[in-house]
């Protein structure tokens, strides 16, 4: 990984971010692999039987099916949450890339909070969505098709314990070096403005930035 970016959420929250692009799927063996195979091979399925049903013109649908599409959208957004840290799991660099109206000490010890943010977070989800797990494994096992919503919670069960593993990597273990960048700042003051006026200026620094990503990563996480 070459650039972690330190990306201005909002006067003074912060998320660190990477693109997807450049953070493909975590490398998986065992356990961790053979869920996340699963998973997504019954999220391709749901979506073909989705695309089915709207190629049929169905009308009403059941409240099962909701919650499995629902399900298949949650997934699909928390996984492209999660990359950055599954990634960090390999790493031993990395650079952080923070606002210019910052200093790199400043930057440094607010990454650092997010890591260890992040640690508590997944260290206490991992064991709720184990229990989910437990829970709703027997509980839906009677329900026609793949067991989605216990394969949902098994898959951020070991989701959350990677993000744990690579934010516990990245506090402790992976050394950082720091690149000021005054995009950056100018995310922070686009976030301050009207909805139409702050898409065109987020997009304008996107390019400037190169991140293709950027605008829907915040559209979804800090002005939704």
Not at 9 to 31: D, K, Q, T, V
Request: charged share 25%.
């Amino acid at each position: 990984m070459k650039k972690v970016f330190l990306l201005p959420a909002g006067e003074a929250r912060y998320e660190l971010y990477c693109e997807p692009s450049e953070i493909e799927h975590p490398r998986r063996f065992g356990m961790a692999g053979r869920v996340f195979g699963r998973v997504r091979a019954i999220v391709a399925a749901e979506q073909g039987r989705r695309r089915e049903r709207r190629g049929a013109g169905s009308g009403v649908e059941g409240w099962i099916t909701k919650v499995r599409e629902g399900l298949v959208r949650g997934m699909t957004e928390w996984v492209s949450e999660q990359r950055l840290l599954w990634h960090l799991r390999h790493e031993i660099s990395a650079t952080l890339v923070f606002p210019d109206d910052l200093d790199s000490e400043r930057a440094s010890s607010i990454m650092r909070s997010t890591l260890q943010r992040d640690i508590d977070h997944h260290r206490i989800w991992m064991v709720v969505d184990g229990v989910a797990v437990i829970v709703f494994g027997p509980l839906f096992f009677f329900v026609p098709g793949p067991n989605l919503i216990s394969w949902y919670f098994a898959a951020k069960t070991v989701g959350h314990w990677l993000a744990f593993q690579g934010a516990r990597q990245g506090l402790s273990r992976v050394s950082w070096s720091t690149c000021e960048s005054r995009g950056l700042t100018a995310v922070r003051q686009a976030l301050t403005l009207p909805a139409t006026e702050r898409q065109h200026r987020l997009s304008a620094v996107s390019e400037e930035l190169q991140l293709e990503h950027l605008v829907t990563f915040l559209e979804r996480t800090v002005t939704a």
